[in-house]
Every structure is written in structure tokens, then in C-alpha cells.
């Protein structure tokens, strides 16, 4: 019995150590995103976010805090219809809540105006992440 319970908090340790080192992960591919936003370095941010919307696992605070201080830089590329930041975006509904989340369905939302065709396309492809379209087509922000 004593071994058993063992492997299982040795195994618990393990998952939150490897769900620890994704997120550090993360946090490095975005640091050097924001810093050189090139194609290949949103492609590393792109594929670190999760596929799917989160119940648990998710970043810590400090994390969440760090990409909504850095959004402003994200916004301008959504609103210039950057492809890959718009992808990236998208993806960021894994991990978003409160107010990120709006102000990401609001500048994602915007693009519908800017490019119906990108904005139609990148909606397809991750549609799936969008819990509801309400807070992507009818928020534009506080203005």
C-alpha cells in the first residue's frame, strides 16, 4: 500500500512539473515574440498554446498579467491583419479570462470590419476555441 501511494504522489509531482515546464516554455517563446515578432517565433508561441479551451492547467496569474501588459503590441497586429498574430489570438482564448478575454474577443472582433475574409477564415480554423461568438461580433471595445 505504501508503494502505491508513493508512485502516485511521484507521479502528480511529475504532471505538475511538466505542466511547470510548458508554461516556462511558453513564457520564453513569448518573451522572444514580443521582442522579434517574426513568422518563426509566433509559430513557437502558436504551437506552445493549447489546442483546446483549459478546465485546469492553466497559466499562473503573473503569466496571464505579463501577456495583457504586452497586448497593446498584439492588438496592432490583429488590427494590421497579421496573419500570425491573429492565429495566435485565436489560440489565446485557451488561456484567457475576464477582462483579457474581452479585450481579446473585442480587437479579434474588430477584424471582421478590417478583413471579413481573414477575419471568416481564422474563425473556421479555430471555432472550437470560441465559447461563444457574443463577446467576438458584438463587443468593439470601450469606444
Known amino acids: 500500500m505504501r508503494i502505491i501511494v508513493t508512485s502516485i504522489l511521484t507521479l502528480i509531482t511529475l504532471a505538475s512539473l511538466a505542466q511547470s515546464n510548458k508554461w516556462t516554455d511558453f513564457e520564453k517563446a513569448w518573451d522572444k515574440y514580443i ?24 497559466p499562473d496569474q503573473r503569466l496571464t498579467n505579463k501577456i495583457f501588459e504586452t497586448w497593446s503590441q498584439v492588438s496592432k497586429g490583429i488590427a494590421s491583419g497579421d496573419k ?20 481579446l474577443g473585442a480587437d479579434l472582433g474588430k477584424l471582421i470590419v478590417i478583413n471579413p475574409k481573414l477575419f471568416l477564415q481564422e474563425l473556421k480554423n479555430h471555432r472550437h476555441l470560441v465559447v461563444s461568438l457574443d463577446g467576438l461580433v458584438g463587443n468593439y471595445g470601450e469606444e
Open 35 to 58: 521582442g522579434q515578432p517574426t513568422h518563426e517565433n509566433s509559430a513557437k508561441v502558436y504551437e506552445q498554446l493549447p489546442g483546446n479551451t483549459l478546465g485546469k492547467n492553466l
Open 84 to 103: 500570425d498574430v491573429i492565429k495566435i489570438g485565436f489560440r489565446l482564448f485557451t488561456i484567457a479570462d475576464g477582462a483579457f478575454q474581452e479585450d
